[in-house]
């Protein structure tokens, strides 16, 4: 089966959620193909999950002085810091052929890609089943801050024990938008100075169990002796990971301007307002 490929390049936080949703009503309405997208950010962003009380969990005054782009995205999960890394969406139907009905299941076939992408790396990637999801914030335990890295999903890749990848689905118009980050390397202090604590105390504890939870490609390949790569070695990687772990040619093509008018009314009309921002 062929698939789109697109690389849409760095753009604003919230064109780029408004793409991601564009790209779902387009192929839900039968106008396109099943899509992989990879793209960057510009500026910056710290981006929170579906469910998240953005004023509780986050120092918006914070977020601002330091340049850092905000936004809320469609999928639940935790926040994310996007900066040295390779984003990705997956767009496809429900119906399409291997995709289980379950939401979990079908996190574990797509996610596939990734798998196949790190050990194009050289990095030793599994995939791990636990038994907590990663939704709103019903359930995480009190030790676990609101970065999207520290908090347990049903499906893990980890490398010698630590979370490598963060991503996050959706389900709407028959469609399941699924999007991720790939880190190449991450500022803790940044993303931590971003989050609200109840203490300096709990802040601490809390990064410090967050390195020791989490992990970027860079870091991983250091600890073995190899040279850092680029968000170019990681482009080439994942797209041939995601097509071996979809069993599908992804062809190069650009956005539709049926997808390009939909994106920008999205990006005006809801993910660049407060009301949608700061709905909670």
Request: hydrophobic share 35%; with cysteine; proline share 4%.
């Amino acid at each position: 089966m062929q698939w789109r490929y697109i690389h849409t390049g760095s753009r604003p936080p919230a064109e780029n959620m408004a793409i991601d949703e564009a790209m779902l009503i387009a192929h839900s309405e039968g106008g396109t193909p099943p899509t992989v997208r990879f793209y960057g950010w510009n500026p910056p962003t710290l981006s929170i999950g579906y469910f998240q009380r953005a004023e509780r969990e986050v120092d918006l005054q914070m977020v601002r002085g330091r340049g850092v782009g905000f936004v809320r995205r469609a999928t639940g999960g935790r926040a994310v810091l996007h900066d040295q890394e390779l984003t990705y969406s997956i767009i496809v139907s429900e119906s399409y052929p291997g995709v289980p009905k379950s939401v979990t299941e079908a996190y574990r076939v797509l996610s596939s890609g990734l798998l196949h992408g790190f050990r194009k790396l050289g990095l030793d990637a599994v995939m791990v089943g636990l038994a907590k999801t990663d939704g709103d914030s019903a359930g995480i335990p009190a030790d676990v801050s609101s970065a999207c890295f520290d908090s347990p999903s049903r499906y893990e890749l980890v490398v010698e024990g630590r979370k490598i990848a963060g991503s996050a689905q959706m389900r709407s118009k028959g469609v399941i938008l699924q999007h991720g980050s790939v880190l190449l390397d991450v500022d803790t202090d940044l993303l931590f100075d971003l989050l609200r604590f109840s203490s300096v105390r709990a802040k601490d504890r809390m990064k410090q169990s967050f390195k020791e939870k989490a992990a970027a490609i860079n870091t991983c390949l250091a600890e073995k002796g190899k040279p850092p790569i680029t968000i170019k070695d990681a482009e080439e990687a994942f797209r041939d990971g995601f097509a071996e772990g979809l069993d599908a040619e992804l062809a190069e093509d650009e956005m539709t301007g049926y997808e390009q008018g939909l994106a920008q009314r999205l990006l005006e009309q809801k993910y660049s307002t407060d009301d949608w921002n700061f709905r909670r």
